[in-house]
Every structure is written in structure tokens, then in C-alpha cells.
């Protein structure tokens, strides 16, 4: 029954909605950072308020887009090649999830107490952030690029039990 509402990419929809969504939590944290570190060198203090809001609905985002991956995860019937890989991804995608949070809760604090101002301690978490996403977007390359999650012909290899 629920694979007569699934696509030949193994989804309900016409095409996989995680990357969408996490492509501008990507953009956004790593705009963020780049607003900070402009701002902090610059005082140009407007790129501060930039960055907070960039930061703000990243937050947001990001758990819209551990969902969708979850989800994702759980049609595209990973074979055993995969599932180290996409285990550290989604490890990784829950721990960022919350580490973004924490990260943003900082922001707020410091965004009330002077937003024409961030430390370094801030600046040097918004780099292990920017590190941390950079490692994400690899896994979640390779899930793509090289394993084939949700394409066509790895969904059909799959179906026809030739991957396992």
C-alpha cells in the first residue's frame, strides 16, 4: 500500500524537500559569520544586526530541516554501504541542531546587552559552527554523490534487491 504512494525516487513528493531547507540553514549560518567577522573588524555595527537574524531563523530552519531529513532517511531504505555514513550525518545534523541553538541563545544574550559588539570567544564558536557545517555538508554530499540516496537507479537496485 505505501509504496503505491511513493515516486520512482522513493518519495510521497516529486523530489527531496531536506536539501532544500538545509541549503538556507547552510547559507545563513555561514552569512552570519561572515556578517560577524566583517562587523567586528569593520565596526560596522548594522552587519551585527544582519548576522542575529541570520543566526535567529537558522535556528528555525535547522529543525525544519533534521525533520525532512529524518523522514528522508527513513524511504530512501539505505543499504548497508550507506548506513555508517548517514548514521554521522544524522548524528551530526541532531548535535548541530542543538549546538546552533546554544550558539543562538549566546547571540540573543550578547544581541541585548550590546548589538554593536561581539567577543572573540563568540567569533571563535562561530567558526567551529562554520567548521562543523562544513563537515555536515560533506557527509551529506556523499550520501548523495557517491551512494545515490533517493536516485533513481540506486532507489530501482534497491527495489530489485541487487544493493543490500
Known sequence: MLESLLNNH???YPDTIH???V???IAMVLFAFLCDVIAYFTNNYRLFEVSWWNMFFATISIFIAVVFGQFEAGLA???DAVQPVLNLHTILGW???GI???ITAWRYVIHCRNPKKVSVYYLAAGLVLTILVGVQVYFGDELVWVYGLHTVP???AV???LLR
Open 154 to 156: 540506486v532507489v530501482e
Open 19 to 21: 536539501p532544500i531547507i
Open 159 to 161: 527495489k530489485e534487491g
Open 23 to 25: 541549503h538556507f540553514v
Open 95 to 97: 548535535s548541530l541542531s
Open 100 to 102: 546552533l541553538t546554544a
Open 10 to 12: 522513493n518519495l510521497p
Open 77 to 79: 531504505q539505505p543499504y
